[in-house]
C-alpha cells in the first residue's frame, strides 16, 4: 500500500490523499507454469471517489530467459464505465538484475483502448552484498 499526501507545490499537491492497496497472490503451478492474482483499490487524490483494481495472470517458462504471460486485467471506478482488458506477451531476462519486456492487447469494455502495444525494462537494484 501506498498513500500520497496533500504536499507539495500548489500546482502538484493534490486535492485528497490518495491511498492505494493491493493483496498480491502468486502460485507456483509447476516448474514452468506459474499463475499470479491481485486486487485492490485507489483513489487518484483529485475526486474523492474510488477505483477497485483486479489482474489474473498466467506465466510460462519457455527457457531459463524466456518467458510468456496472458493476463487479463481491469478498473472499477465508483462512478464511471468499467475498463476490461487482455493482453499477452515475453519477458527476456538478459541478466539476473535487468529483464526487458514486450505485450500486446486489447481493450474488451467499450471505454478501453481498442488495442495497445506496451515494452519495458525492469531494473532490480540488488542490496545485497
Known amino acids: 500500500g501506498h498513500v ?3 504536499t507539495g507545490s500548489t500546482g502538484y499537491r493534490p486535492s ?3 491511498p492505494d492497496l493491493r493483496f ?5 503451478l509447476s516448474d514452468r507454469l506459474s499463475l499470479s492474482y491481485n486486487f485492490g483499490g485507489e483513489w487518484n ?7 477497485m483494481i483486479y ?4 506465466g510460462i517458462s519457455l527457457t531459463e530467459k524466456l518467458a510468456c504471460f496472458i493476463e487479463s486485467y481491469g478498473f472499477l471506478p465508483e462512478y464511471a464505465s468499467q475498463d476490461h482488458r487482455v493482453d499477452a506477451g515475453f ?3 538478459i541478466t539476473d538484475n535487468l529483464q526487458l519486456d514486450m505485450s500486446s492487447g486489447l481493450g474488451l469494455s467499450p471505454n ?3 488495442n495497445f502495444l506496451s515494452a519495458g525494462v525492469s531494473w532490480r537494484f540488488n ?3
Open 4 to 6: 500520497h499526501t496533500r
Open 16 to 18: 485528497f490523499v490518495a
Open 24 to 28: 498480491v497472490f502468486a502460485h507456483t
Open 45 to 51: 487524490g483529485e475526486e474523492a471517489a474510488s477505483t
Open 55 to 58: 489482474t489474473i495472470s498466467l
Open 91 to 93: 519477458t527476456y531476462l
Open 112 to 114: 478501453s483502448p481498442d
Open 127 to 129: 542490496t545485497r552484498k
